[in-house]
């Protein structure tokens, strides 16, 4: 029997719980090297690889802030981005286009008087 025709290892099965549906989305972090899966077979059970999974969730966790009316910039950092550039590169790769443009302000526009 060959790997690819094994059942699959029971660490994936608790490496995506993990990361699926934790606090922590970027949870690789959170994990013991040993829960870790090998990149290979997490690829061949789940269709990407371990990096990549994690940056899904983490842009899924986000999404879900924005939905609530999070502000970009502290659902940047509360996700485990560096910083709201890296927020929109994710939101640019996996929705196609900037949170503001998805998620446009909830707030109402107040004019503001130029002149007397």
């Known amino acids: 029997m ?6 699959p290892d029971p660490r994936l099965a ?3 719980e993990r990361i699926s ?3 922590d989305p970027v949870g690789k972090a959170s994990l013991p ?6 990149g290979r077979a997490f690829g061949a059970h789940v269709g990407v690889g371990p990096k990549t999974f994690a940056r899904i969730a983490r842009f899924r966790a986000a999404w879900r802030a924005l939905e609530r009316g999070g502000r970009p910039v502290e659902v940047a950092l509360a996700h485990g981005y560096f910083d709201q550039p890296h927020l929109v ?11 503001r443009r998805i998620f446009p ?12």
């Open 2 to 7: 060959s790997y690819w025709e094994r059942a």
């Open 14 to 16: 608790t490496y995506v």
């Open 21 to 23: 549906f934790s606090i």
């Open 33 to 38: 090297i040993r829960v870790i899966p090998d």
């Open 89 to 99: 590169r994710d939101f640019v790769a996996f929705a196609g286009d900037a949170p």
């Open 105 to 116: 302000s909830r707030r109402p526009v107040v004019p503001v008087s130029l002149g007397t």
